[in-house]
């Protein structure tokens, strides 16, 4: 599977972005795709995931303003970002794992910027 992250930007504190993971080559939904945030020290950091079942788990940091969501038909993952701290920027990566075979797939990150 080929991911294609998209939908970062620059955003003031307190506004909102949405990030779509874009699968091609493969159905989505045979996959755990999760999202992370890399750091300044380039570790990344698990921001949200959901199951090929459509189970879904978010970071402490990011609950009540984050949701992930799927959407077969379009092939692709959300990452919906509201009330964004300056904290939240980094460059936000895709990441997904066949639910059988257990292989992995990063796709290129997306910038998110978040301004004071």
């Known amino acids: 599977v080929q991911l294609q992250a998209s939908g970062g930007g620059f955003v003031q504190a307190g506004g909102s972005l949405r990030l779509s993971c874009a699968a091609s080559?493969?159905?989505?939904?045979?996959?755990?795709v999760n999202w992370y945030r890399q750091t300044p020290t380039n570790e990344r950091d698990f921001v949200a995931g959901?199951?090929?079942?459509?189970?879904?788990n978010l970071a402490d940091s990011v609950q009540g303003r984050f949701s992930i969501s799927r959407d077969r038909a379009e092939n692709s993952v959300y990452l919906q970002m509201n009330s964004l701290k300056t904290d939240d920027a980094g460059v936000y990566f895709c990441?997904?794992?066949?639910?059988?075979?257990?292989?992995?797939?990063w796709g290129r990150g997306t910038l998110v910027t978040v301004s004071s």
């Open positions: 959901i199951t090929g079942g459509g189970d879904t």
């Open positions: 990441y997904a794992r066949h639910v059988i075979t257990r292989k992995e797939f």
């Open positions: 080559g493969s159905m989505i939904s045979l996959y755990n």
